[in-house]
């Protein structure tokens, strides 16, 4: 075969291998199916192909975007995570991504994009802070609009808006449904036995962010963590999966959390002075106290006058 | 229905028995009602068939607007209204009819993903062929959406619903499917259901339950409407099994009621 596929995925944090569920999905998959991807792990999704993350490029150049057509593309490859599932396994495994996409999407969307306190302390800090300059200013406050349009179609209310009662519903909703989940996967290491399959991998995809990330509102996280088997779930993917994600990034990302640490620092501090000088410079001519010669022209033309300030101020 | 109406739904339904009166609204039945609403309100009606609690279907041009949700079918009861089968299951449990009562966690872990398998599939691709095949949407949904309706409200009304249905199909990643793929995840829902239900008269062995319902509503209407084109049921005739278990529901529960 030619070039391997080029998948591209949001970075790593809190001790991940990325911190966006759909990527996560797609890395764990690409894991248990043995796909051999090349990972570019990007913080700008305008470089990607298609201006979206997660993104598939084909060895023939072909962008992919969402997760179920990419996962299909891997199968039809034969990177298939499923070959070895029943007829019957692999209907419960269907059934049970449209229990985690209907249940648990809407839910894991609300806690790290509605709810006003997570979203402005943690995710937004976090997707601005990895940007570059100037997509930090914008594109956050964007995919949030974005996310949030997303769950208004979902729940078909189009003036949704974070609230008390909607967050008891979606978290009703998704705390159910992690207790069906861990109800079926039981004593079991998997869904299906010793080996993964991509239940797992979307089990694992929208359960681990909730796990990982410290939100100042963390009801899901706290529900996860009595749920003993879920988590041992997660931690054994993330401990055989990712094994280099999560030892030395955790140590990154408490270096993130650091204030002392700013990415971008030299641009930062360039724009943070040039804004300053902008400012006092425009103070400055504002107020009178330093101002621009217009008449210079003027003073060349009429230059038999003797008094070239008289001119300035008939030309003020 | 918000949590806090929930609780108190419950709380009152527990105390009054299951009237007599119970109705169900739905659109009207010949002229306006479409595949995926008559499917949703054939659900219900199966399920309260099930459980044996009877109800009085009334036909009403303006049902999308008098449901609390906004979604067909809803059910009035004693003084309350209650849309979708998700919570009418609520609420006549609530009332102490169940019929998932005899089931393990297991299995009602596997009922309510089957559910959801169906509300995500079946339930989305009658949306997508409905608003979104530009053939069936022009000939069929638009004019009966609109048909109580005069102009020029009739074409603003089933625009607007059309680009509602178009928004939420982007949303959740169908906007770039076309009608093969769809029809290939219909294809797939029903292999699954297929292979759950294999040869037991029910999705549970013996007992129905609301999944049973919910299936039955679906594959039942999607194989007697008539579309544009009869793709859709072809794939659904496609699984023996289903055919006859939509036949025996049907006998069971709607014997005396032929459509």
Redesign the interface.
């Known amino acids: 075969m030619a070039a391997p596929d080029e998948l591209f995925v949001w970075e790593g944090d809190w001790g991940l291998p990325s911190v966006n569920s759909d990527c996560l999905v797609l890395l764990a998959y690409a894991q248990f199916s043995g796909a051999p991807l090349k990972v570019h792990k990007v913080c700008n999704p305008w470089r990607c192909p298609g201006g979206a993350i997660p993104a598939l490029r084909t060895a023939h150049k072909e962008a992919l975007w969402r997760p179920s057509d990419i996962i299909i593309h891997l199968r039809k490859q034969k990177y298939n995570a499923d070959f070895d599932l029943s007829a019957k396994e692999a209907a419960d495994s269907l059934a049970f991504i449209a229990l985690i996409q209907q249940k648990l999407t809407p839910a894991v969307l609300y806690a790290l994009w509605v709810e006003p306190k997570n979203y402005v302390e943690v995710t937004r800090r976090w997707y601005a802070e990895h940007m570059s300059f100037p997509l930090s200013l914008f594109l956050p406050g964007r995919m949030q609009r974005h996310q949030l349009d997303t769950l208004r179609l979902l729940r078909g209310d189009a003036s949704l808006e974070a609230s008390e009662e909607l967050e008891k519903e979606l978290y009703g909703d998704a705390t159910d449904c992690m207790d069906l989940l861990a109800q079926r996967l039981g004593t079991q290491k998997f869904f299906f036995g010793d080996s993964p399959s991509s239940l797992d991998a979307f089990v694992f995809g929208w359960l681990a962010p909730i796990l990982k990330c410290k939100l100042p509102n963390g009801k899901l996280q706290q529900h996860l963590k009595s749920l003993d088997n879920l988590h041992a779930f997660c931690a054994n993917i993330l401990l055989i999966y990712f094994p280099n994600n999560s030892a030395p990034r955790s140590g990154r990302s408490d270096e993130c959390r650091d204030p002392e640490h700013v990415p971008n620092r030299r641009t930062k501090q360039f724009l943070s002075a040039l804004a300053a000088l902008g400012a006092m410079l425009s103070y400055a001519l504002l107020t009178g106290m330093v101002s621009v010669q217009h008449g210079h022209k003027g003073a060349v033309e009429h230059s038999g006058l003797s008094h070239p300030h008289q001119d300035d101020d008939e030309d003020d | 229905m918000?949590?806090?109406a929930d609780a108190f739904v419950s709380q009152m339904a527990a105390a009054e028995p299951w009237p007599e009166s119970a109705t169900l609204y739905q659109p009207l039945k010949e002229d306006q009602i479409l595949l995926s609403e008559c499917a949703s309100s054939l659900a219900v009606q199966a399920y309260l068939r099930m459980c044996g609690l009877p109800v009085q279907v009334v036909c009403k041009a303006n049902a999308e607007y008098m449901s609390p949700?906004?979604?067909i079918p809803f059910i009035h009861v004693g003084n309350q209204v209650v849309s979708e089968l998700g919570p009418i299951v609520q609420f006549t449990k609530a009332k102490g009819h169940s019929l998932s009562e005899g089931l393990d966690?297991?299995q009602?872990?596997?009922m309510?993903?089957?559910m959801?398998?169906v509300?995500?599939?079946l339930l989305t691709a009658e949306l997508y062929i409905q608003w979104c095949d530009d053939g069936t949407a022009a000939e069929i949904t638009r004019p009966r959406y609109s048909s109580p309706y005069s102009w020029p409200l009739s074409t603003i009304l089933a625009y607007q619903k059309q680009w509602e249905v178009r928004?939420?199909m982007n949303?959740?990643?169908w906007g770039?499917k076309n009608l093969e793929q769809v029809y290939e995840d219909v294809s797939?829902?029903c292999?699954?259901?297929s292979?759950?239900l294999?040869t037991q008269p029910f999705f549970f062995n013996k007992q129905p339950t609301e999944l049973d319902a919910l299936v039955f509503g679906h594959l039942f209407t999607i194989l007697t409407t008539r579309l544009t084109s009869t793709e859709l049921a072809e794939r659904v005739r496609g699984y023996g099994n289903l055919l006859s278990f939509c036949r025996r529901i049907e006998q069971t529960y709607f014997e005396d009621r032929t459509s």
């Open positions: 918000s949590l806090a949700s906004g979604k966690d297991i009602r872990a596997e309510k993903a089957y959801e398998l509300n995500n599939m928004r939420k949303a959740i990643g770039g797939q829902c292999q699954a259901l292979q759950r294999g």
